[in-house]
């Protein structure tokens, strides 16, 4: 039999279910099952609450693996593996989940590139949004659709025409008041699943806000992925001078 443990530490509340029963509700025992959800068999995985009271005992000190984790939702949050060594059946393997996502983190495909290079190009616009609560809703979208169209023009021959998706005006700043109109529930899932399935697995290339991963901007690790393995959309989106990288 395996065992898997998540552990988190809150403030949280005693309750009566529908049966009469008492049980355990609040954010604190919410965490630890997503925390749960991340293990392997055999393998104990901590919350950020836990690490803060753990990491400064001399025990533990180097005996914590820190991991990026997220929900099904796309919300992020720390975990970290208790990986000492000598405890029989103790699990210390990476868990299955961050290794699949490490072995996913190869080159950028040219539709992310893409997304990257206008990510970069329109830093500014989003900057002057940073404050809007729907930013981390709207920006993929617009991006995906940006990178969709340069995509798509990219591959037309000049017998084609193609209509873009991007739609709301000319301008960045008009495409996006054009999408934070939409229905917040559209936006919600939409956005949800181009995070979910395009931009997840290249977290490390996008900005960490406080809460969440902020997907309107590109990180410099973002930044010198498309410099080094698509240097042709780097160039042609005149990133040089103002995202200069230096590659070791």
């Not at 809007?132 to 025409?161: C, H």
Request: some cysteine; charged content about 25%; aromatic content about 12%.
């Amino acid at each position: 039999m395996e065992l898997k443990l998540g552990i988190n530490e809150n403030l949280d509340n005693i309750v009566l279910d529908i049966n009469g029963r008492r049980n355990v509700a609040g954010n604190g025992i919410n965490m630890a099952r997503r925390i749960l959800d991340l293990a392997d068999g055999n393998q104990i995985l901590i919350g950020q609450a836990v690490y803060e009271i753990l990491s400064g005992r001399e025990k533990y000190m180097s005996s914590l693996r820190k991991y990026p984790g997220s929900d099904k939702h796309g919300n992020s949050f720390p975990v970290y593996q208790y990986f000492a060594e000598n405890y029989k059946g103790l699990n210390t393997d990476v868990p299955g989940i961050f290794k699949a996502r490490e072995e996913k983190k190869k080159k950028l495909n040219r539709l992310l590139a893409y997304y990257i290079a206008h990510s970069a190009q329109n830093k500014d616009t989003f900057l002057s949004r940073r404050d809007d609560t729907l930013l981390n809703y709207v920006a993929p979208i617009l991006l995906y659709f940006k990178a969709t169209d340069s995509l798509k023009a990219g591959e037309a021959s000049q017998y084609e025409r193609y209509s873009p998706k991007a739609m709301g005006g000319s301008t960045t700043e008009e495409q996006y008041d054009y999408y934070s109109k939409g229905d917040f529930w559209v936006l919600a899932e939409l956005s949800g699943h181009i995070v979910a399935s395009i931009l997840r697995p290249f977290d490390d290339c996008f900005e960490r806000g406080q809460f969440e991963i902020m997907w309107a901007f590109a990180s410099k690790t973002g930044i010198e992925k498309l410099k080094t393995e698509w240097p042709d959309i780097f160039n042609d989106f005149s990133l040089g001078p103002k995202y200069s990288v230096t590659i070791t």
